[in-house]
């Protein structure tokens, strides 16, 4: 087979413990999945789950001092933080029963779903896609993933953000709307799930802005945790 140019690197992401690199296929994200966060972005609290994707070469990794440098994204004066839960698929599948969709994940890793908050806004206000505000370049850094052999259960996991060695998000996974489980059957009705998909779960309350020189610091029990550093 010839290819017209050479075809571009596969994303991939780190295991924890191994050399191993999980491929990313596809990222998707669920909105408004936390109560306190939905309401403070202008809805009602628990909603019907709503999704929406990121290319897989938004993935950032952390360098080789443990943080990724995260370049301040063009056309936005408002840039976002949104800590979060990442689901690994190891094995794909469609119209998945939640009571199986454990069985799916390969593993956990710590995300941070950015986003530039004034463009979202925007498209909103004109009933456009926000695909602007939150598919761009850098938009979805990510600690190494944690095999789920590896781990008990996530479902009371504490989830913090700090930026600055401030704490701006605190909350825990069983604040989710919609379960991890429940997120991957809704998913996979919509979507056939392939190995190598990435699920950034939804995000607590408390996201704010960060500016060039911020630190961000994201944990969730049992993760690896993610430091990323605005350049």
Request: net charge negative.
């Amino acid at each position: 087979m010839s290819f017209v140019f050479a075809p571009h690197a596969v994303n991939c992401v780190p295991v924890h413990g191994s050399s191993l690199m999980f491929p990313v296929h596809r990222i998707y994200c669920v909105g408004r999945n936390y109560e306190e966060h939905a309401i403070e972005m202008g809805g009602t609290g628990r909603e019907a789950p709503f999704f929406f994707m990121k290319p897989a070469d938004a993935v950032l990794l952390p360098g080789p001092d443990g943080a990724a440098e995260m370049p301040y994204p063009p056309l936005t004066s408002n840039l976002h933080h949104e800590i979060e839960l990442v689901v690994a698929i190891g094995t794909g599948g469609k119209n998945i029963p939640a009571a199986d969709a454990l069985h799916h994940i390969y593993g956990y890793a710590v995300g941070l779903d950015m986003t530039r908050r004034d463009l979202q806004n925007e498209m909103k206000k004109q009933g456009r896609p926000w695909c602007i505000g939150k598919g761009f370049e850098h938009s979805a850094p990510i600690g190494p993933i944690t095999p789920a052999a590896q781990l008990g259960d996530m479902s009371q996991a504490e989830i913090v953000l700090n930026v600055n060695g401030l704490t701006r998000q605190k909350s825990t996974l069983a604040h989710l709307i919609w379960s991890i489980a429940e997120t991957i059957e809704q998913l996979s009705a919509a979507w056939t799930l392939q190995s190598g998909d990435l699920i950034f779960t939804g995000t607590p309350a408390g996201v704010a802005a960060v500016v060039p020189g911020d630190l961000l610091q994201g944990q969730i029990t049992g993760l690896q945790p993610l430091r990323v550093r605005i350049v």
